[in-house]
């Protein structure tokens, strides 16, 4: 995907604000900028630089999930419509009523599946950004704990790493520090302490492999002519997502209400 540095700059508010954001907070721009660029187009909509509207325009948090911003063209943005969950939602239900279009993580599974990867590393890459649609700051984070119930934890050991491991090359997977980071912000781009600390200790972990695929899978996954589905993944979700049959969101799970939240984004209290 071609990204306009100028209008990529403009959504956020201008170089000034550009130049005042920690590293991390710009890779975090970038990649959600780019992942609602990719839904846009592919839903048929204009262009990158109409994906948020720049400060202080804003009416929202950068931070805030999909579902709870407005979407669309900068002058005609509008609050998703969203269906009703069925009574017991199971993990493909939210893909279809809660993270669609889920272009990126579609095609970072889809690429990690004609690769041979695992099926441990392809779920991963299928789940590593979901959560996005509920927040969108320490995604590795907050995605791994909302996952974590409910496949092992190798998988959201992997998803809560990725998130750092961007930021470092591994020559031995052809890895390489994004090109697009050193373009767009220049030489000196350092990532913050707790980047740099968990790197460091990923490094080090018997699953560091995992976390690192997610991002061999992710960097290249926002082709916009790309034809993606979840069917390929069906059988993968079964047997590696438990299931609750009380349907998520209702399991009484750790992070029941994350679920929750995202079914019911409407709810005052």
Not at 82 to 93: F, G, R, Y
Not at 234 to 250: N, Y
């Amino acid at each position: 995907m071609e990204i306009d540095r100028r209008a990529f700059f403009a959504s956020l508010g201008g170089v000034a604000v550009v130049n005042a954001m920690d590293p991390e907070a710009k890779a975090e721009a970038l990649e959600h900028y780019m992942s609602d660029a990719l839904d846009l187009s592919l839903a048929g909509e204009t262009t990158a630089e109409q994906v948020v509207p720049a400060p202080p325009e804003a009416t929202v948090r950068r931070g805030a999930g999909s579902l709870f911003t407005p979407q669309g063209p900068q002058n005609d943005r509008k609050m998703p419509l969203l269906a009703p969950m069925p009574e017991k939602p199971t993990l493909v239900d939210f893909y279809k009523l809660r993270f669609a279009p889920a272009n990126h993580v579609l095609q970072s599974a889809t690429r990690a599946l004609k690769t041979g990867m695992t099926e441990e590393v392809i779920l991963a890459c299928l789940l590593h950004d979901v959560v996005q649609n509920l927040i969108k700051v320490d995604h590795g984070w907050w995605g791994a704990q909302m996952i974590e119930p409910y496949v092992n934890e190798k998988i959201s050991w992997a998803i809560r790493y990725h998130q750092a491991l961007r930021f470092y090359p591994d020559s031995s997977v052809g890895y390489e520090y994004p090109e697009l980071y050193t373009r767009l912000y220049g030489q000196d781009y350092v990532p913050p302490q707790y980047i740099k600390d968990s790197y460091e200790l990923a490094r080090k972990h018997k699953w560091y492999m995992e976390a690192r695929l997610i991002t061999v899978n992710d960097l290249y996954a926002f082709d916009p002519n790309a034809k993606v589905s979840l069917d390929p993944f069906i059988d993968i979700i079964g047997r590696h997502f438990k299931q609750p049959k009380e349907g998520l969101g209702f399991d009484g799970s750790p992070t029941a209400h994350m679920w929750r939240t995202m079914m019911f984004p409407d709810n005052p209290l």
